[in-house]
């Protein structure tokens, strides 16, 4: 990332808490995020980590509660109903998880792509067009009339995936895309995605379960606790010419807090006060030692 960029996703010390009569949950906790424009990245996670949450702030579904969110110029914390919906109609296009939520299962592929483009006015022809690209974008040029039953499960969401992308959005959103998909399936709709980012240069952002996702994603982000403690990306290496590898990080946001992995914290037995040094060749975490 050079110094001229400005990411197109920003996240800042955001917090989203649900109250359910008496009792407050906090789905996230302070989370820091950045996804610059094009880039291809999944959320993993375990469930009630907030990624789901996360996701639904990015699409304006839901408010934080607190901190900074933007997508583009749209800051989400200060958008009217109005905007709201302007901004999932054009600005945004949303996959879910079950792909009969995705699709009308009266309207064939062609049909069901042109739904969101006939919304907005767009010429019959122009729809008809585009439909037609993109999903020959994602291998089905030949069961643009069928309808959803006539379809297998991966079919049916890259045909959510053609659908999502009507009407030109520069961020795609995936809840869990592959929830319902076998391996081999799910690497096609994967595969999918990830021609598309490369294709219309789409910002593209997954919830995901699917250890295979790592294969397809520019980037890995773990959510725990409502915060991102790790990512992994794909950067090349010296060892061989052209020769990409994936390298992990663990993650501290702008206020200095910093979250190990669970094992790690048990292993070294850092619970608790624990002393930080910073060395010439690195830091070094101890915990506390105890008086005798």
Not at 70 to 88: A, C, P, S, Y
Not at 90 to 99: D, K, L, M
Not at 160 to 181: F, K, M, W
Not at 227 to 246: D, H, L, P
Request: charged letters at 25%.
């Amino acid at each position: 990332m050079t110094e001229q960029q400005t990411p197109y996703i920003r996240c800042h010390d955001l917090f989203k808490i649900y109250k359910l009569a008496d009792l407050e949950v906090v789905a996230l906790r302070g989370l820091d995020l950045e996804v610059m424009q094009g880039e291809f990245m999944a959320i993993v996670g375990a469930s009630g980590s907030g990624k789901t949450t996360l996701l639904n702030i990015l699409a304006a579904l839901d408010t934080p509660s607190a901190g900074q969110a933007g997508v583009g110029i749209r800051d989400l914390l200060n958008m009217t109903e109005k905007e709201r919906v302007e901004f999932r109609r054009r600005e945004v296009g949303f996959v879910w998880q079950s792909p009969s939520r995705n699709l009308l299962p009266y309207l064939t592929a062609l049909e069901n792509v042109r739904v969101p483009m006939s919304i907005v006015g767009i010429p019959f022809g122009e729809q008809q067009d585009r439909a037609w690209e993109l999903l020959s974008l994602v291998g089905l040029e030949e069961k643009t009339h069928r309808l959803p039953h006539q379809l297998s499960g991966g079919e049916q969401q890259r045909v959510a995936i053609s659908v999502a992308l009507a009407n030109r959005p520069p961020l795609l959103l995936a809840d869990e895309p592959t929830g319902e998909l076998d391996t081999a399936t799910a690497d096609q709709v994967l595969k999918a995605l990830q021609e598309t980012c490369r294709t219309l240069g789409v910002t593209i952002v997954i919830v995901s379960h699917y250890p295979g996702v790592a294969r397809f994603a520019d980037r890995v982000v773990q959510i725990r606790d409502g915060r991102i403690v790790a990512e992994s990306v794909m950067e090349a290496t010296y060892r061989q010419s052209g020769e990409m590898a994936r390298e992990e990080y663990l993650i501290v946001d702008r206020a200095g807090r910093l979250q190990l992995p669970r094992e790690s914290v048990e292993k070294l037995g850092l619970v608790g006060r624990t002393r930080l040094a910073v060395q010439e060749d690195g830091v070094v975490i101890r915990p506390r030692e105890r008086k005798r």
